[in-house]
C-alpha cells in the first residue's frame, strides 16, 4: 500500500463523513439513516472463508465502515464449510448479518432455504450501474438479487518465478503442452516444475476446469456446470485423463503427489515464492499475488509473475473466474446495518481498501485501475473487467456445497483422491457422476 493514496482514502471518508453519504469517486448512498455516524452502537458480524492475509485485508474494508458509519465490525472465519457452518448458526439463533458467500451454488441453496433477504433499491442500482450484467445473473436466484459480488477472482494465472525461468532457459508457454515441456526443463534445471495445493481440494476443481472449458469448450463447459452434461461424457474423461498426465509425473509435482496432499493453497505459494523455493511455477487465481507479496516480501511484475493458463488441445485459452458475494441473512440481529455494509461494498470506495491492499480484484466497473498497487494486478483487472459477460464462472461454484463446495466430499474428495491414484479417469468421472447426480437431485 502507498502511503499517497491510503492518506487520498482517509480524505475521502473524512469529506464523506463532513458533507453526508456520497460516496469518493462516484460511489452510492449508504441509506442507513441520519446523522454523521448513522450507525453508531451497531455492531455488524460478518461471517466468510477467509482467513490469515484476505481476512486482515477485509478487516480494512470493514474498519473503513465503521469509520464511515460508526457501526462495529466483527468477522468470523468459517474455513471452506460455509454452508455447514451458517446453517449452524442460523439453527442455534446465531445468524451472522452478513456472509461472503464464495459460492454461486450456496448463494442458492441460502436463497431456497429462505434465509436471504433481498438486497436494497440503493445496492440494485449500484450493482446495475457498477458491474457487468453477469455479475448480477451469478447473484440473483429467481430474478431476486441477493448477493453483491465484492471480491472476484481471475483463475486463469499461472504465477511463477522469473529467476526460475530464467534459469531453466524457457519462456512463458503458449500451449498446455509446451508448458508441461517447459516444467520439466525447469526440473531438470534443480526446482519441480508444479507446487500444488492438494490439501485444499477446491484448487483441484480449478486445474479440471481450465483444462476442460479449453479442451471441451464453453458450450459443454455450461452443460456441464449445469448438470445437463453427465460426468461420464467423454469429454470428462478426456480432461480428467490430461489432468491425470500432470499429477503422476513425479517431475512436474514438488515432492511427488503425497506432498501436494499435504500442501494447502498458501503452503503451495510458499514452495514457489518463499524463502526456500521448491518449485518454479503454481496455478491459481490472481490472490497467489496477494500471499506473494504479504508473505514473502515479493515485488510482483519483478520477481512473482504470472502466465495466462494456456490452451489445451488446441482450444481457445480460458478465462474462469469466481467471486466472493456479500448475502444478508433474515435471521440477523442488525438488518440495518447489514444492508448499509452491502451497499458500501456496492462502491468503488470499498473495493479501493483491499484494491490497494493486493491479492485483490473488483468486478465494479468503476473502480479506478490506477488504485492496484502493481501493473501486473492493473493488467488482469483490467482483463476481467473488459471480458465482461464472456466469463465463465468458476463451475464447482455453481454446483449445489454438497457437490462443488463442502470440504472432505463432493468433487474435492474425489478430485483428491484422483490426485492420490490418477490412473483411471473413467472411474473417476463414474464417481463424479455419482456424486452429482444425488447433490443436483437434492
Not at 474455513?79 to 461472503?100: C, H, L, Q, R
Not at 481440494?201 to 472449458?213: A, H
Not at 488446441?314 to 442488525?334: H, I
Request: hydrophobic share 40%; proline share 5%; net charge negative.
Amino acid at each position: 500500500m502507498t502511503r499517497p493514496r491510503t492518506t487520498l482514502l482517509t480524505g475521502c471518508i473524512a469529506l464523506v463523513l463532513a458533507i453526508g453519504a456520497t460516496a469518493c469517486g462516484g460511489g452510492d448512498d449508504i441509506s442507513a439513516g441520519g446523522g454523521d455516524k448513522p450507525l453508531s452502537g451497531k455492531t455488524v458480524s460478518v461471517a466468510g472463508v477467509w482467513s490469515g492475509t484476505e481476512q486482515e485485508n477485509f478487516q480494512k474494508v470493514l474498519d473503513a465502515f465503521g469509520e464511515k458509519t460508526g457501526a462495529a465490525t466483527e468477522f468470523v472465519s468459517t474455513g471452506d464449510n460455509v454452508s455447514t457452518v451458517v446453517g449452524s448458526k442460523i439453527e442455534g439463533g446465531n445468524a451472522p448479518d452478513v456472509v461472503m458467500v464464495p459460492q454461486v451454488g450456496v448463494l442458492q441453496q441460502f436463497a431456497k432455504e429462505g434465509w436471504l433477504q433481498p438486497l436494497s433499491k440503493t445496492t440494485q442500482g449500484a450493482v446495475d450501474t457498477n458491474f457487468a450484467p453477469v455479475w448480477k445473473n451469478y447473484g440473483s436466484v429467481d430474478g431476486t438479487l441477493y448477493g453483491l459480488y465484492f471480491k472476484a477472482a481471475h483463475k486463469s494465472t499461472v504465477w511463477y518465478s522469473p529467476d526460475a525461468l530464467a534459469q531453466a532457459g524457457v519462456e512463458a508457454p503458449a500451449t498446455y503442452d509446451e508448458m508441461l515441456e517447459d516444467g520439466r526443463t525447469i526440473s531438470d534445471s534443480g526446482l519441480a516444475a508444479f507446487a500444488v495445493a492438494g490439501q485444499d481440494g477446491w484448487t483441484l476443481t480449478d486445474w479440471f476446469e481450465n483444462i476442460y472449458l479449453s479442451q471441451a469448450g464453453p458450450d459443454k463447459y455450461d452443460a456441464l456446470a449445469a448438470h445437463e452434461l453427465k460426468w461420464t461424457d467423454t469429454s470428462v474423461v478426456k480432461a480428467l485423463t490430461t489432468l491425470g498426465d500432470l499429477f503422476k509425473d513425479e517431475q512436474l509435482v514438488a515432492g511427488g503427489r503425497r506432498t501436494a496432499l499435504t500442501t494447502d493453497f498458501p503452503g503451495s505459494v510458499e514452495k514457489v515464492f518463499g524463502p526456500e523455493p521448491e518449485a518454479g511455477m503454481v496455478y491459481e487465481g490472481d490472490f497467489v499475488a496477494g500471499v506473494a507479496k504479504a508473505e514473502f516480501g515479493r515485488a510482483i511484475g519483478e520477481d512473482a509473475n504470472f502466465f495466462p493458463f494456456p490452451a489445451v488441445d488446441g482450444g481457445e485459452p480460458p478465462v474462469v473466474s469466481g467471486g466472493d458475494a456479500a448475502v444478508v441473512l433474515k435471521d440477523g440481529k442488525n438488518h440495518e446495518a447489514g444492508m448499509a455494509l452491502a451497499e458500501y461494498l456496492a462502491t468503488p470506495e470499498a473495493a479501493a481498501v483491499w484494491a490497494e491492499a493486493g491479492g485483490f480484484l473488483s468486478p465494479n466497473r468503476k473502480l479506478d485501475l490506477a488504485t492496484y498497487g502493481d501493473d501486473v494486478t492493473r493488467a488482469t483487472a483490467k482483463s476481467l473487467i473488459d471480458a465482461g459477460d464472456s466469463v465463465r464462472f468458476d463451475m464447482s461454484d455453481q454446483a449445489p456445497a454438497a457437490f462443488g463446495g463442502t470440504k472432505g466430499t463432493g468433487e474435492w474428495k474425489i478430485l483428491q483422491d484422483f490426485l492420490r491414484d490418477p490412473s483411471d479417469p473413467a472411474a473417476t468421472a463414474r464417481q463424479l457422476e455419482a456424486a452429482a447426480a444425488k447433490a443436483y437431485k437434492d
